[in-house]
């Protein structure tokens, strides 16, 4: 069974400019969320689909960013435009329905503003 | 607000125990997770409790008290491949999004 994949694995682009983070989920897993890691601090919660529905994007910093997942598959994250303290690690993770204990992460982007 | 503590760094010397502590206050409870994750690489799932009490897989061990907002992490019989960062996880419903720790940093000696 493939694992959560995430695409770039690394992206270096420059304030202002626009970048877009793609999360292929593992297969059949309706539960697919978005977190960040800014450097030197926690793992923090962007958001929540479940299928194709925001369930939660409590964590999203502000409309900056952009999150997507048509047809309830992949889901894309969209930054634009982005700004310095936009850089981080960004990971995507899955999980089935019905309260699973374990999410499965992504690799992560490594994503750097300049 | 929520926040979970747990140490920063810890050191231990390869074929001893660790116990890495963590302490949680949030607006909900329904689990509390570990996650181990490597330099560079994606947090992966050690372990879960949502009832009081000792759960063990392989060399490690989780454990929580669900009245003390407490929880710990056991490694035994450390190995040099443990060396990562440790992040204790509180997820507040069913499905429901994962708050992480900051993370402790295990450096082991050897």
């Known amino acids: 069974e493939a694992g959560v994949t995430q695409f770039p694995s690394h992206s270096v682009i420059e304030k202002g400019q626009t970048v877009t983070l793609r999360c292929d989920p593992i297969s059949g897993h309706d539960n697919l969320y978005w977190y960040r890691r800014v450097m030197g601090k926690e793992i923090k919660f962007l958001l929540h689909f479940v299928k194709e529905s925001k369930q939660d994007e409590s964590g999203m910093p502000n409309n900056r960013f952009l999150a997507e997942r048509t047809g309830g598959t992949y889901s894309t994250l969209k930054v634009q435009p982005a700004e310095l303290e936009d850089s981080g690690v960004y990971f995507c993770?899955?999980?089935?329905?019905?309260?699973?204990?374990?999410?499965?992460f992504g690799p992560g982007t490594r994503l750097t503003v300049t | 607000g929520q926040s979970l503590e747990q140490p920063s760094e810890v050191t231990a010397v390869e074929g001893a125990i660790v116990q890495i502590n963590c302490t949680y206050q949030t607006s909900g409870f329904y689990g509390l997770s570990w996650y181990q994750q490597h330099d560079g690489g994606a947090p992966t799932f050690l372990s879960y409790n949502a009832l009081d009490g000792l759960e063990e897989t392989g060399r490690f061990s989780s454990f929580l008290s669900r009245s003390d907002s407490y929880g710990y992490l056991l490694l035994q019989e450390l190995q040099m491949k443990d060396s990562a960062s440790y992040f204790c996880?509180?997820?507040?419903?069913?499905?429901?999004?994962?708050?992480f720790g900051k993370g402790t940093r295990l450096h082991i000696l050897p």
């Open positions: 996880a509180v997820s507040s419903g069913i499905d429901d999004k994962i708050i």
């Open positions: 993770a899955s999980s089935g329905l019905g309260g699973e204990s374990e999410q499965y």
